[in-house]
């Protein structure tokens, strides 16, 4: 007889895929500020420097392609929480970054076995 393993909670899920989007940008040079900054605005995911650019990563996950990718999750009323965050996050610094951008990691797959898409400058914060 062949068993399943239990199913893992939505926030264990999303915890695990930031996880390894975190590793997976860090393997590529980035530097990690803060995980899971959250203000009344909203919520950013991560927040890392990639050489002078402070960078605000959104993490998305999906276990299949039926209902779109993770991309197509991030809609317009999302993208505007998002750059209200990173707006608050940024009124906060004695010494503002010389540039920011917006990336967003795409995990596709049950983690740990999944690929992983990094859009980087994936919107900008007129959008």
Excluded at 24 to 30: D, I, K, S, T
Excluded at 45 to 69: W, Y
Excluded at 109 to 126: K, M, T, V
Aim: with cysteine; charged share 30%.
């Amino acid at each position: 007889m062949h068993t399943h393993p239990p199913p893992i909670d939505p926030q264990a899920r999303g915890r695990l895929a930031e996880r390894l989007a975190r590793r997976y940008l860090e393997a590529r040079g980035m530097v990690l500020e803060t995980c899971n900054y959250r203000c009344r605005l909203g919520e950013i995911d991560l927040i890392m420097r990639h050489g002078r650019c402070l960078v605000f990563v959104e993490v998305r996950q999906r276990r299949n392609h039926r209902f779109g990718g993770a991309a197509e999750s991030i809609d317009a009323r999302k993208r505007r929480k998002l750059i209200a965050a990173a707006r608050h996050y940024l009124l906060r610094l004695r010494h503002p970054p010389q540039a920011a951008r917006f990336d967003v990691v795409l995990l596709e797959g049950e983690p740990p076995h999944c690929s992983i898409h990094w859009l980087q400058n994936a919107f900008e914060a007129s959008d």
